[in-house]
């Protein structure tokens, strides 16, 4: 509407110019000067009402420099109020976790070996005989924490096989094995048979385990790796020793998994084959396995035997 009444207002502008001239004469020219002023006068007056749509224009930049100010309060609330827990609340909880771990048993770790293991040696370096009670961890984490208690309650510190699937889904309780002081062995990620593996299959077994035990409690599994089932072939052992691990069996087994396993039976298949050197491996998912724990480790320390880590029956004294 503004701009269709200025080009109206400017068309009769235009006629008293165009007809005045020829009804004055001099005098005429006088007034037409006084008319030219004032309608310059007018125009610079008047240019400010053709300004509407630039005033429009003048009013939009203004509110749109208001709303680009607020982005630039917003990421300055947001660094503000974002790092400041984070940076208090996450060092503060990691630092205090992971210190409290051992990561790597006093003892350290053998070198890998091409061969396979069933028995380590049978002596301390004090001359002190010596076996190697293991766990493959699996099942509910609160019977891992009566095991971890009463390994606690006599002293001994010893190696858990960890399954990376476990780890996964129990990240505390598997921390928890490495703050006891006990040493972290690979026992794969899914579980499967080891016999009918491909070396790519093998080695992604083995390094994903790794991974998520280095991950939660700084500590290797190297050179430690007990195959599930003990299922394993030629390829599986070579490839598991060019990835620094050890294929570790067993001597003999608590065999608690059997039907009519009992207390009793899992002691007679550990300690009634004692033996200098032996490795036993049993799991962590039986209520007879607790039971008969604390039994078999007092039936070997009455007869003087240490029960040691994987690392400390497996590596030959200094000569």
């Known amino acids: 509407m503004s701009e269709h009444k200025i080009e109206i207002r400017r068309s009769k502008g235009q006629k008293v110019r165009d007809e005045r001239p020829s009804r004055v004469g001099v005098r005429g020219v006088g007034v037409l000067l006084l008319i030219l002023v004032a309608l310059a006068v007018g125009a610079c007056g008047g240019s400010q009402p053709v300004e509407p749509a630039a005033q429009a224009a003048a009013d939009t930049p203004t509110a749109e420099p208001t709303a680009t100010a607020m982005p630039t309060a917003t990421p300055t609330m947001a660094p503000t109020d974002t790092p400041t827990p984070a940076a208090t609340d996450t060092p503060t909880a990691v630092p205090t976790e992971t210190p409290t771990p051992t990561p790597e048993p006093a003892t350290g770790r053998p070198p890998a070996s091409p061969d396979i293991v069933y028995v380590g040696i049978p002596t301390t370096p004090e001359g002190d005989p010596q076996v190697n009670i293991s ?145 036993y491996y049993t799991h962590t998912d039986r209520q007879i396995i607790i039971d008969a724990l604390p039994r078999v480790i007092e039936a070997f320390q009455a007869d003087g035997f240490k029960l040691v880590t994987a690392g400390e029956i497996l590596t030959a004294p200094a000569e």
């Open 135 to 279: 766990f493959d961890v699996q099942g509910d984490p609160a019977q891992l924490m009566k095991i971890l208690d009463i390994l606690d309650q006599y002293g001994v510190r010893t190696t858990f096989f960890v399954q990376g699937e476990w780890m996964q889904q129990y990240p505390e309780a598997t921390q928890e094995i490495a703050r006891r002081g006990h040493e972290l062995g690979n026992h794969s990620w899914t579980h499967f048979n080891f016999s009918e593996m491909t070396a790519e299959e093998v080695t992604k077994e083995l390094e994903d385990t790794e991974a998520l035990a280095l991950e939660l409690t700084g500590q290797t599994t190297k050179p430690y790796f007990r195959p599930p089932f003990g299922s394993r072939s030629s390829l599986s052992i070579q490839t598991a020793y060019d990835l620094g691990y050890t294929t570790i069996i067993w001597t003999y087994g608590a065999d608690e998994w059997r039907d009519g396993a009992t207390a009793q039976t899992i002691y007679d298949n550990v300690y009634g084959n004692k033996a200098p050197g032996a490795l």
